[in-house]
């Protein structure tokens, strides 16, 4: 196990420095499946013009529902490392698939505190994106189907803003 840690670490360094470009991202998230709203914050760098790779969070803040006949108070957080490869369809448009795995902890809380449940589970990701690059910013959509102990579905819609850290030659 250590040797695997190790070398998924010296590759991630590898690639940390080769990346040309960063992006930071700010986007609305839904879980089509709990139907919780939630807020996107991620950090994706950009190891060609094409293939990109990141980490995200994901926060659900409380939502009250009724799950099996009770009240409860139900939120999550997702933390993803996904991957991306842009396809450009012109100048401006790219598409793109989705891969990559998400750790999920889900909460369920009564109101009166009696009852709590924490469950938390893997899960793998895929999906496809679209993005408009204009200039450094770029607004994007995404549809995520993740594969785990709780198949979900989710929309993301958002804007990225570029870091460039080298100059191309």
Not at 14 to 34: C, V
Not at 76 to 99: E, G, M, S, V
């Amino acid at each position: 196990m250590r040797k695997i840690s190790l070398l998924i670490l010296l590759t991630g360094s590898f690639l940390f420095i080769q990346a040309q470009k960063s992006s930071i991202d700010l986007a609305y998230i839904r879980n089509l499946h709990t139907d919780l709203n939630g807020f996107n914050v991620s950090y994706f760098q950009h190891f060609t013009e094409r293939f990109t790779g990141g980490l995200e969070l994901n926060r659900f803040p409380k939502k009250r529902k009724t799950i099996d006949g009770e009240e409860m108070d139900q939120s999550a957080w997702d933390f993803d490392l996904n991957i991306h490869y842009l396809i450009p369809l012109n100048k401006q448009w790219r598409i793109y698939p989705i891969t990559g795995f998400s750790h999920t902890s889900e909460n369920e809380e009564s109101p009166n505190g009696n009852v709590f449940i924490k469950t938390r589970f893997f899960s793998f990701n895929t999906g496809a994106g679209i993005l408009y690059q204009a200039g450094k910013w770029a607004p994007h959509a995404e549809y995520l189907f993740t594969w785990g102990f709780t198949n979900q579905h989710f929309f993301l819609a958002g804007i990225s803003y570029e870091i460039e850290w080298k100059k191309e030659k």
